[in-house]
């Protein structure tokens, strides 16, 4: 019953910033680990950072210094602050809620459109 609508992407030049925006429905966000995730043509969906239900954040080391993940949980919404952007960030960013199952964070809401990102001059 969950469903997610990513924002905020755009074109930007590099050493920008941007502010993408998650907006899931339902009641399940304040109970779970939210995860933004991004992917380009050709490669797998990686995990660029993640904010847990007690507030811990953990980031790909790639991000670590220049993005900040936050959430909302009043207006269901988590948020991903970039700044520095490098071209390689360029890629579609999703998020998602993440249960624990074992010792992983698993993505458990069907994948939305996501939102495009391009980093270039």
């Known amino acids: 019953q969950v469903q997610l609508v990513e924002s905020g992407g755009g074109l930007v030049q590099p050493g920008g910033s941007l502010r993408l925006s998650c907006a899931a429905s339902?009641?399940?966000?304040?109970?779970?680990?939210m995860g933004w995730y991004r992917q380009t043509p050709g490669k797998e969906r990686e995990l660029v950072a993640r904010i847990t239900r007690g507030g811990s954040t953990n980031y790909a080391d790639s991000v670590k210094g220049r993005f900040t993940i936050s959430r909302d949980n009043a207006k269901n919404t988590v948020y991903l602050q970039m700044n520095s952007l490098k071209p390689e960030d360029t890629a579609v960013y999703y998020c998602?809620?993440?249960?624990?199952?074992?010792?992983?964070?698993?993505?458990?809401?069907?994948w939305g459109q996501g939102t495009q990102v391009t980093v270039s001059s």
């Open positions: 339902g009641s399940i966000f304040s109970f779970t680990s």
């Open positions: 998602n809620a993440e249960a624990l199952r074992g010792y992983e964070y698993v993505p458990f809401v069907p």
